[in-house]
């Protein structure tokens, strides 16, 4: 557990730097975008995308999400410095891989932070009368509710009506 949030934090430091870097207009990253034919502006596109899987992966909940963003990136990187026979390609998969750790490691902690929150009735109260919490449009709102025989441990109250005499 330990091992899979340093990984974690060590990957999105890393793409994050380099989200900063595009970000900011390197020049250096320009140049190689251009050489790589591709639009003007794509290494903005890649640096959000970046920074973006860098801060996903820094919220449990969101990993999942940080994980497939960062994959594209490396698919489509990995896929460039092949075409254009760089060395670079191996780095690339070996972070590639990384991500996919962190992925695989990190499943279980994320299935347990995405169960559903319960959004049932809490029950509070003595034998005459319940008080239900119940979430409505994010608030919570108190009402005195009978208890009926059904949801009544006890005996069911006796009708009042009256029965005729013998």
């Not at 793409?15 to 250096?28: E, M, R, T």
Request: net charge positive; aromatic share 6%; glycine share 6%.
């Amino acid at each position: 557990m330990i091992a899979n949030w340093t990984l974690q934090s060590l990957l999105a430091a890393l793409f994050a730097i380099q989200a900063i870097l595009k970000l900011d207009g390197s020049q250096a990253w320009i140049t190689r975008f251009r050489a790589w034919g591709y639009p003007g502006h794509f290494y903005l596109v890649v640096g959000l995308a970046e920074a973006s899987g860098a801060i996903l992966l820094l919220i449990p909940r969101l990993a999942k999400f940080g994980v497939q963003l960062l994959i594209g990136v490396m698919v489509g990187a990995a896929a460039t410095h092949l075409i254009h026979h760089e060395p670079q390609v191996v780095t690339t998969l070996v972070l590639a891989v990384l991500i996919l750790l962190v992925c695989i490691c990190g499943k279980e902690q994320i299935q347990a932070l995405r169960k559903p929150l319960k959004r049932s009735s809490r029950h509070i109260g003595n034998d005459s009368t319940r008080k239900t919490m119940s979430l409505v449009s994010g608030r919570c709102r108190m009402r005195n509710l009978p208890r009926t025989p059904e949801r009544s441990p006890r005996m069911a109250i006796p009708s009042t009506r009256a029965y005729p005499q013998s």
